[in-house]
């Protein structure tokens, strides 16, 4: 079993100490100068857990990498540049070296990828693998959930479906016969791309009005835009991924269910005025972001439909 | 099973939204006002394992608290106030409400005794009980663990040895006939007191040198000192509870073993200029914190001795 220090040398082997910080990887907190001044504090936590997040088939790399993605999504949908991540890890008495030496590389991808710094963290004994990855950053403007108005348009960056059916394929619950669907759909689970250029480009020119990642699923997170934002969601279409839309040997129903209720998409849902509409499709074309407009808001009180009919609220909820 | 917006919900309930806070709990990210200008940002994480860090007869909101104590013990050796803290939750299966009620409620104690907002966090479900805590805040200057010069003086708040000793009654390791002396380890192990005000004040007039919490035992923080600072140190005695040193059934080498090699003290490791001593013993009259100097330092190269002999590196290191 790999002790404390061990791990901590480990990452400063592969990482090397943070070039932008006070403090030096070692003491008791991390400290790092503080951005212009009037920009807002912002920090975020997301926890991996080896059994329920990290599917058979996924290296302990991309966990680690997923674990930071999952922060960088959410800091993509507030239009927020992340500047440093801790990670607290807690790992099952059987890991090696070697082991560990996977986990420090994927926040080395991470950190290169997306541009942070990864200043502090901890660790332990545990009986799963745990990575808590805290993710923090300073930003000017700070997009909420719950600033929709009427008569907006709602829209997507991406597509919607390919991670869930990706991971029914890592579990073996689904068969599918198409190799380039199968390619997709386990990409699309094992390295997700959250759109952090796109948000900081529409958050920075303040271009959207409410906005929230899609990972708990796409039907949740048009429930929360509404239901915050006091307004009623009306779908035109369902972003489902091309791939799967024209997959025949999955049900119409089936196709839905991934878009709506799948997650793990790391997409941005938001709204914008229909006058900004054209500058945020420009924003796509200029980060290489595909963005679809799938609906509108209406006067309501925090209801989605699609075709008329009120789209179900449920979605990936931990412990359901 | 208790779903992470049941979760949320009990967290809004018990503590209520923060106070000076520009966002609200729910939403993707937390976000704050910064402080003033050239304050430097502090971040540290720290995660506590049911099966490693929480002994038999410690209470689960008892354990959450000591989650944060574990935090505010660092900053409070590095002098500066948190401001907030994150909770990252991992719950096993069988966790029903009142369990997490619990969980929340030492949170409260916790915000409520330290000062501090509960600003987030995330819920999940793991084999083991987790309670991640990340603490941060701003703070003008920030001690180090590698400032020691040589001929500075070595101190300690409080004394050593209790809460060791309390771990070894809970766990049935150690039978001890003095109800007072159980009494006393029981409540160091299981309600823990960081030294929070005497942290901020000597840190706030620059009267330490170095500093470290002791958590991980006291031979381990003297060495850490040593070592980064590049000096040696001379110990004159070893700062053993006194209800310990005068209890007559432990051998003088176990009171030794716990003092110096025990741990989860929390207690504050420093050294100072002799000329500031006599304020910094002023500053432990003001704060009703116990101090005494244990030590001194000289040329050297990261060692430690006591009694003209080398004190062993060992401690509490994670996973040995």
Redesign the interface.
């Known amino acids: 079993?790999?002790?404390?220090?061990t791990v901590i040398n480990m990452f400063l082997e592969v990482l090397g100490q943070p070039r932008k910080l006070?403090?030096y990887i070692?003491?008791?907190?991390?400290?790092?100068?503080?951005?212009v001044?009037r920009?807002?504090?912002?920090?975020?936590?997301?926890?991996l857990?080896g059994?329920?997040?990290v599917p058979r088939g996924m290296s302990l790399r991309q966990a680690a990498r997923k674990s930071v993605v999952a922060c960088v999504s959410?800091?993509a949908?507030?239009g927020?540049k992340p500047w440093g991540a801790?990670v607290?890890?807690?790992?099952p008495r059987g890991f090696n070296e070697e082991h560990v030496l996977e986990i420090v590389n994927g926040f080395k991808d991470a950190r290169n990828e997306f541009g942070i710094e990864i200043?502090?963290?901890?660790?332990?004994?545990?009986?799963?693998l745990?990575i808590?990855c805290?993710m923090?950053g300073?930003?000017k403007n700070?997009i909420?959930?719950?600033g929709a108005d009427t008569d907006e348009y709602v829209l997507v960056t991406g597509d919607f479906g390919l991670p869930p059916l990706g991971l029914d394929i890592l579990s073996g619950k689904k068969k599918i016969k198409s190799p380039r669907l199968v390619e997709k759909a386990l990409e699309a689970v094992l390295y997700p791309r959250p759109r952090l250029n796109f948000g900081l480009v529409v958050g920075n020119r303040k271009l959207v009005t409410a906005s929230?990642?899609s990972s708990d699923g796409l039907a949740l997170s048009l429930y929360e835009i509404a239901w915050?934002s006091r307004v009623d969601i009306l779908l035109y279409e369902l972003p489902i991924n091309e791939n799967l839309k024209n997959y025949s040997e999955l049900s119409e129903e089936e196709k839905r269910e991934y878009a709506l209720y799948g997650g793990e998409e790391y997409e941005i849902v938001f709204t914008c005025k229909p006058k900004d509409a054209q500058k945020i499709m420009k924003v796509g074309e200029e980060t290489g972001t595909p963005v679809k407009v799938i609906g509108r808001t209406v006067e309501g009180s925090g209801k989605v439909y699609f075709k008329g009919e009120v789209v179900e609220r449920k979605g990936w909820?931990?412990?359901?």
Chains 1, 2 share one sequence.
């Open positions: 079993m790999v002790d404390e220090l006070f403090s070692g003491d008791d907190v991390a400290w790092t100068r503080k951005a001044k920009d807002k504090f912002v920090i975020k936590v997301d926890m857990v059994k329920t997040d959410d800091f949908c507030k927020v801790l607290s890890l807690g790992l200043v502090g963290g901890d660790t332990n004994e545990a009986s799963d745990i808590d805290i923090f300073w930003g700070v909420r959930r719950d929230i990642d915050h909820i931990h412990f359901k």
